[in-house]
């Protein structure tokens, strides 16, 4: 066995005796009680410095004459061999990592005064950290090639001990090849042949297998550091991002990673459930990508019970969320270091758990009570009202981004005042200031629609929102993009916008709005947005173009049946009814494909259709079915009892 001792100056260490009483005494022995109690005999060992003074002052070798243990002491004396070169900040900090990542140690504990070293402990301990700091070097300059080039093969790494046996090193080494791994470009841009692409992906897989390899062996070494679970989920989770992007790779299941990425960050968060860079990505996770996966897979049956399913995982995602802006706050000032470290985390959290609740909202935009009129005839004594929870979700959301704006621009004020808002949103922190002016339109424009009973009375609450809602946007359409984000589209603003308009009946404006943002690649979504405004302006050819082009788009398209729905009512508007039942027919025969049986909207369609042939009977059905899917309906619960009494005198 080797000791290792830790004394304040050069008096003590040439006294050559070391004494320790009271808390110091009983720290080393619920450390190293058991090894005490068996008896030490003479060994060798170091001595360093453990004032913050006396830090980049060398350690020294000492030889050990006799170790004395009792029930209130423990007492070293010994002699000075020699000096070593390595200073005592070091030896200091490398035994506490190698007894803590040993479990040796707690990872809240420091190291004692006096601790007891096996020999592989030891050698670990005094070998040099020559390839640490040739890494740290090359990784200030992102030289990662270097780095990886410099260790050689894995097998050349395993065969070499002090490279094997030393987690840090070995840490460092993965965060090169990690970084050689990313594959962040659009693949289909970036290569001319699937050939060179296929090369491309094949040498990034062999660098993300080094880097896992490497990164398990770190925690085979060291099992009780959190930082190395934390390394090797984000691994996973820097894939599953690859995975899903646009034009990127598709060499592996998104959905595992995913899980993997989970199962690491649970383990990091086990040994320190502080870290709240876990809880964010933990957060993304489970609010972002998985959500994603479950509901937009080409196998998935979106129905009742897959989206509770997914709004339970968005629940678990908030949570790791609203942990990681818990931890921030409960940070004292003073700790200047540790709060900044967080900041970012912090920031980004109110970001993104405020997306979480505004994804939360059942009952989100439905153009259809516009194209079907289910706002008409609602008067201000019929019983309508909304999800109670969906206006939760939309107060937290707004609450949640507003914080984010005010702490993500600097010098600002607390306010909730639209201008104030909009002043600070305009800023590019953390956050893009785009991005922070559109969620507010977002949410404030969700806001608008649960308090008027999902568009179908408005008051002077929905009044205020609505108008609030407007001004954040077209400030995000008009705020420049950041320098990193020039060529960033800005469609999805103005489409959100031509929703508004919509919802205003200002059907002009809505088509003015968005269409400047028309292209050959136009998203679905959009043109069936200024395809809606069109029918309600009463511009049924230009509808009629914009729904034949999302048509056309089939891989892009996961509405198809909108786009045939949307033509039916654009056709029953222009009194077509027998094209009208043959764009219905179709929309429902697809939309039955896709597994949507509960669209009350195509039921009231159906109703409307037999309305125009006369068919009372028949349309009384449809309505009736349709309330039963969706009670919000005032409009058509109006029509069915209104329709039941002539027919039963």
Known sequence: MNILIGLFDEAKLNLGTATWKGNSFE????????????????SKGIAYFSTSANNQKNAYEIDVQRV???INSLTVVFSVAGILDIKSIDIRGKAQRILRGQKILATDKYLPYFSILNEKQFKRLITADTYKQEI???????DWHTIYEKFGTIQDIKSTPEIWEEDQILSGISFATAKLSETSIHLRHAFKTDAEKDSFL???KHFREITELLRLRCIEISPNFASYYSNLAYSHYQYTRELTQPGGRRDGNAKQEAEKALEYLEKALSINPKRTNDHYRKGQILTEMLPK????????VINKELVEKVNDI??????AFENVIHIYKNIPDSETKEKQRAFKDYVKSCYDVARS??????????????LLGLDKDIEETDNISFYPKDLESTEKAIAYISEAIQHDCPNSSPSTEPEDLIQMASHNGFLEGVYKLYSLGKYYFQKYWVISCYGQRSNASSDFAIKNSEAFLLAALNFPWSDEKE?????YIAERLCRLYVAKKKYDKAIDVLQPFLKKRTDYYIRYSIAGAMIMAGRYSEAEFQLKNALEDEKGNKEIWLGHFLNAISTLRAKNTNDSKKHLEKAIEIASKDDKHNLDSLLITQGYIAIKEGAKEDALAFFKQAVEMNPYRASIQKRVPGWEKPSQE
Not at 27 to 42: Q, Y
Not at 136 to 142: A, D, F, H, V
């Open 27 to 42: 720290d080393i022995k619920n450390t190293f009680g058991i090894l005490l109690s068996e008896g030490i005999e003479s």
């Open 68 to 70: 004395e243990f009792t």
């Open 136 to 142: 740290e070097l090359l990784t200030s300059k992102n």
């Open 202 to 204: 094949k040498q990034q």
């Open 293 to 300: 996966m479950l509901l937009f897979s080409r196998k998935s």
């Open 314 to 319: 968005i629940k678990e995602g908030i949570l």
């Open 357 to 370: 609740y505004g994804d939360l909202i059942i009952n989100d935009w439905d153009e259809m009570v516009f």
């Open 487 to 491: 060529k960033s589209d800005k469609s």
